[in-house]
């Protein structure tokens, strides 16, 4: 009997442990289990220093607030790379740092800064004078994916745009922390971005966006890197598990030359896109190359038309 309370008393003590301290990680040493790190719960707060934690963006549907904590918390510089950014209260923040002295600096995506979206986003950044450069790889596919702030104290880096839906419908983590490894190597990062894309304005390399006209589908290999109306009849539509949308022109989709692909984000942007289905339809946007056949990635119903 002794035994047994002992036993249950031990397993209360270890579950009050675990539910008190959130998500807990570890790791291996010589053999030796190391004590846990805990990861409190999420508590839009900036971090204090030598701490960790990892958010599950619908636990509270506030990964924007954890955002701007960060932000507000901020004396020095502020270096951020986002692949979608539409959210006001976000940009407000970053306005208001940077009318306080900091340093602030951020990296897009030349297609997501571009459409109707982004682009008042980048131009309140720009009209307060924060510069906002583009991506430019110079293969001309590729795009800059990244969702990571970060500050001289701390850094938030994860799957999480700063969006509504990523915000308040979306599966994302997002991880603050204060390691100061970590949060070196994140600066290095975007030190390197910063510096690479120098002198691309996101502003301007939206304005810069020309076109190479109308083309064929069958044609999009030709123009990887450029910006065009591809036209074609659409066979299908297919959505993956993820929520991505793919756009097919071939009933053989594999081997065709050319696809038009939603990522989740936007696809209720479109609402039921089987009404295009037989039709012949223009997708216009930058024609990129992924696993060697040209795609355009829709954000805005703006680049979608039927004829």
């Not at 053999?31 to 960790?52: E, L």
């Not at 950014?85 to 940009?91: K, S």
């Not at 979206?117 to 800059?144: F, S």
């Not at 064929?216 to 591809?230: I, L, M, R």
């Amino acid at each position: 009997m002794r035994t047994k309370i002992a036993r249950a008393v031990l397993v209360a003590v270890l579950a009050f442990a675990a539910g008190g301290a959130g998500y807990l990680l570890g790791k291996e040493n010589s053999g030796a289990q190391a004590a846990p790190v805990s990861i409190p719960a999420q508590t839009v707060s900036a971090p204090p220093a030598g701490s960790v934690r990892v958010i599950y963006s619908l636990d509270q549907k506030q990964n924007d607030r954890e955002i701007i904590a960060l932000i507000n918390d901020a004396e020095r510089y502020i270096y951020f790379a986002i692949y979608t950014f539409t959210l006001e209260n976000i940009a407000d923040a970053l306005v208001a740092a940077k009318k306080r002295g900091v340093d602030v600096r951020g990296v897009v995506d030349s297609g997501q800064s571009g459409d109707s979206y982004g682009r008042p986003i980048i131009a309140k950044l720009k009209a307060a004078g924060i510069p906002v450069v583009a991506e430019k790889h110079a293969t001309g596919n590729g795009i800059m994916h990244l969702k990571t702030l970060v500050t001289e104290r701390a850094y938030a880096n994860g799957s999480y745009n700063w969006t509504k839906s990523a915000t308040t419908l979306n599966d994302e983590i997002l991880e603050i922390g204060t390691d100061p490894a970590l949060r070196q190597t994140y600066e290095n990062i975007l030190r390197k971005l910063l510096d690479a894309y120098r002198g691309n304005s996101a502003a301007a390399g939206a304005a810069a966006q020309v076109s190479v006209g109308i083309i064929d589908y069958t044609e999009a290999p030709a123009h990887v890197g450029e910006y065009a109306s591809v036209r074609g009849t659409l066979v299908s539509t297919y959505t993956s598990k993820t929520g991505t949308v793919f756009l097919d022109f071939c009933k053989a989709y594999k081997s065709c030359s050319f696809s038009g692909v939603i990522f989740a984000d936007d696809a209720k942007k479109f609402g039921d896109l089987s009404r295009y289905r037989g039709k012949d339809v223009t997708l216009s946007g930058k024609i990129v190359s992924y696993e060697g056949r040209a795609e355009i990635i829709l954000s805005d119903p703006g680049q979608l038309s039927a004829l």
